[in-house]
């Protein structure tokens, strides 16, 4: 049996010329080449989106190259389409056309839907994790397009007696594998990280409101997910031997814990101190100098003191705790960008 040289791994396709539809095929593996080998445009295309949205933050600042490859997707399947089929034969061309319909179905109606749930991703960790759930599903739906595909090449093959070489994938289809598992992995661990983050959020939101409740029942709540996130991690092995996005985010937890038992509390006794003070100079205010009593001038005095005081100390304490989150969120921000920089180059 004659043997081509066909990665079952990933195919992608590019356009094919009109001269190499007016070809004769001698032989089946001809045909299978001729869809198949001339694939550089699509891969190309498709690497820089994939490589593009490792390392952006922003799918709508990469849509340029989403449009890029669903045209190029598009001129794809035009151009394979007017392609005969082999001996009478269509299902090799026709799952091939099939693939790239459903891939241009989830580039133009998955990712677009993405796009739009990106804008609304970080409000909540609930909003974050349908982002992830739904991207996730959007690949998902692309590697089981390909499992069919590679089902209907290697029947093909093998009804026509071509003999398929696996594991020749070309390096940036080695790398779209590669790219694929990377965000799986830092999916799992930012989830993590950004169920502590976006608790954060409303604690702060509580102390700008004087919400002294809020404060308490919202600490409360990101102890819980500390010590879980903690443990959690805890079972995630390492990335090829690189510890580096795992122990940044171990790093920031242990920063929101400290937080729960060194910092917010003591918001929360400066706004009793507060809230006393005001109690007292409302009813101060309330009374003539002549009316008040030696017991309330003395607590009112005690109070100012002691709120002045700790005016001066909770500042403080803000203050560097202020410093030691903007060093965390940086160290981590770096550690990704690194992690991404070095699994997806």
Known sequence: MKKIRQSILIICFSIITNLLFAQTFS?????????????????????????????????RKIERK????????????????????????FSYRDAVVNYLDYKYKILTEDYANLVDLEEIAEESFDAMEAYIKAK?????????????????????????????????????????KVAGEVNSYYNDIY????????????????????DINGI????????????????????????????T???????????????????????TEFLLKKEKFERLDGIIQSKKQKD???????????????????????NQIMQ?????????LDFWNKTVSAFFNKMVP
């Open 27 to 59: 032989s089946a593996g001809e045909y299978m080449s001729a869809i198949g080998a001339s694939h550089e445009q699509i891969t190309n295309d498709f690497w820089s989106y994939t490589k593009a949205s490792a390392h952006s933050k922003s799918l």
């Open 245 to 267: 996005l795992k122990l940044a985010t171990i790093k920031a937890l242990q920063f929101y814990k400290r937080q729960t038992t060194n910092v917010t509390p003591k918001m």
């Open 136 to 176: 996730e599903a959007a690949e998902e739906k692309g590697a089981m397009a390909f499992g069919e595909l590679v089902l209907a090449q290697t029947n093909f093959a093998e009804s026509n007696g071509v003999t398929l070489i696996s594991g020749e994938s070309s390096k940036k289809e080695k790398k779209l």
């Open 216 to 243: 308490e029942q919202n600490n409360e709540t990101m102890k819980t997910i500390v010590e879980e996130n903690l443990a959690t991690i805890d079972t995630i092995p390492r990335y090829n031997s690189d510890a």
């Open 320 to 328: 560097k705790n202020d410093q030691e989150k903007a060093k965390m």
């Open 191 to 210: 989830l993590l990280f950004f169920k502590a983050f976006v608790q954060d959020t409303y604690i702060s939101a509580a102390i700008q409101n004087n």
């Open 292 to 314: 008040l009593t030696k017991e309330e001038i003395d607590a009112y005095n005690k109070a100012v003191n002691e709120y002045n005081a700790s005016i001066n100390s909770i």
């Open 66 to 89: 989403r449009n890029e490859l669903i045209n190029t997707i598009q001129s794809a399947k035009i151009s394979v389409k007017k392609l005969p089929g082999y001996s009478g034969d």
